[in-house]
């Protein structure tokens, strides 16, 4: 099975700061990546898809990039709004990193 | 509007069974593959289910393997989740999701499933 580890678990950062997440895949799964954001008591959102490409209506300060087995969630300029869970998830099989939480410094 | 709302979720006792229900409305419910997913308390997102627009192919987690069978009524555009022989550890909201190219999208609100004496 393929497994996804996120790096850091944890994350303080302040606001206007650039933030990046790192998932790691135990095997290489092309860019078949997706980002996710979830809020405190909120369902997860999709923020990126294969990889690299931006959803509708998603701020441009989020950006993904990578392949095969590494692959980065960059948040440029971290907002309020930004504050949350990150998950990556792979679509060979469909499991979940074990997230990242963003915290306020 | 594209929606997912679950419902059935509930308090039930360990070895007891639920059916779990997804609503689906705002796009061709026919066309798409569907996924359950799960959030235990505190915890990350662990997948569970998934179903193809047909029914033709179905997959699960290791976790719900022969306890939890996923189907779905494209006629209703409803997709369903049986659990069988609950356990604490299956404690958790549990999520529909729609499968896009490749992300989940839209996700449904959660219902919350307890499972305790």
């Known amino acids: 099975d393929i497994q996804l580890t996120q790096s850091p678990s944890f994350l303080s950062a302040s606001v206007g700061e650039t933030v990046t997440i790192t998932c790691r895949a135990s095997q290489g799964i092309y860019n078949y990546l997706a980002w996710y954001q979830q809020k405190p008591g909120a369902a997860p959102k999709l923020l990126i898809s294969?990889?690299?490409t931006l959803q509708s209506g998603v701020p441009s300060r989020f950006s993904g990039s990578g392949s095969g087995t590494e692959f980065t969630l960059t948040i440029s300029s971290l907002q309020p709004e930004d504050f949350a869970t990150y998950y990556c998830?792979?679509?060979?099989?469909?499991?979940f990193g074990q997230g990242t939480k963003v915290e306020i410094k | 509007e594209v929606q997912l709302v679950e419902s059935g979720g509930g308090l039930v006792n360990p070895g007891g069974s639920l059916r779990l229900s997804c609503a689906a409305s705002?796009?061709?419910?026919?066309?798409?593959?569907m996924h359950w997913v799960r959030q235990a308390p505190g915890k990350g997102l662990e997948w569970l289910s998934c179903i193809s627009s047909s029914s033709g192919h179905i997959y699960y987690a290791d976790s719900v393997k022969g306890r939890f069978v996923v189907s779905r009524d494209n006629a209703k555009g409803a997709l369903y989740l049986q659990m069988d022989s609950l356990t604490a550890e299956d404690t958790a909201i549990y999520y529909c999701?729609?499968?896009?190219?490749?992300?989940?999208?839209?996700w449904g609100q959660g219902t919350l499933v307890t499972v305790s004496s």
């Open positions: 294969g990889a690299s």
């Open positions: 999701a729609r499968q896009a190219l490749f992300g989940f999208d839209p």
């Open positions: 998830q792979q679509f060979s099989a469909w499991t």
């Open positions: 705002g796009f061709t419910f026919t066309t798409y593959s």
